[in-house]
């Protein structure tokens, strides 16, 4: 009623005006081809684009999904040693140099839970012989695996520091150590080289 007839005539030119999508910036002063929405129109539009959006069940599920392919992925890369999805500890040529040195040769500590199983037994029989010899054999192997895990550690780090000079060993020689604790057909990542093989 009391409206001026140039803003009826710009309102008017406003719905006119065809709306433009273009990725260009627009000049301020000029109209933007719509009017501008009522507060209460735009909170509702907002909250039907939340709507559509993922709920939190949906995206917890989706979640789980991705989080057991790539654990199936990483299982499958332990046991094939496809180096792409193998745990960031089993990652890098120093890690797998490591891992192929342990394999390559026998280690006594890999004989450790065999040996243990039997001295149990031996010391469970109620003859003090056999306990005496149980208890021996427990002092000779403890004895054997620690100098045979220091003769493999030391000529492992003889080995990384001429390999690797460059490169991050930290951790290698307590990694293949604690391998080769594990029964050969054990070991995770499986083993990629044969006894006897150099690495």
């Known amino acids: ?69 790539a654990l199936e992925r990483q299982r499958q890369a332990l046991a094939s040693g496809d180096e792409r999805y193998l ?42 012989a056999l306990q005496n010899i149980a208890l021996l054999l427990w002092l000779v192997v403890i004895v054997l695996i620690v100098l045979d895990s220091f003769v493999t550690g030391f000529r492992l780090k003889k080995q990384l520091a001429e390999r690797f000079a460059g490169e991050n060993r930290r951790g290698a020689v307590a990694y293949a150590l604690m391998r080769s604790l594990q029964m050969r057909r054990l070991r995770l990542p499986k083993p990629q080289v044969k006894r006897g093989e150099r690495p």
Do not use: C, H, W, Y
Request: proline share 9%.
């Open 1 to 69: 009623m009391f409206r001026s007839r140039a803003k009826d005539e710009k309102a008017q030119d406003a719905d006119k005006a065809p709306v433009n999508f273009s990725k260009q910036p627009r000049d301020p002063q000029a109209p933007k081809g719509r009017p501008t929405p009522k507060r209460s129109q735009a909170q509702s539009q907002r909250r039907s684009v939340a709507n559509t959006s993922m709920t939190r069940k949906e995206a917890a599920k989706r979640q789980r999904e991705e989080r057991r392919s």
């Open 87 to 128: 745990p960031a500890r089993d990652k890098g040529p120093v890690r797998r140099f490591a891992r192929d040195f342990i394999d390559s040769r026998f280690n006594i500590a890999e004989f450790f839970l065999p040996m243990a199983v039997v001295i149990l037994v031996l010391s469970m029989v109620r003859v003090p």
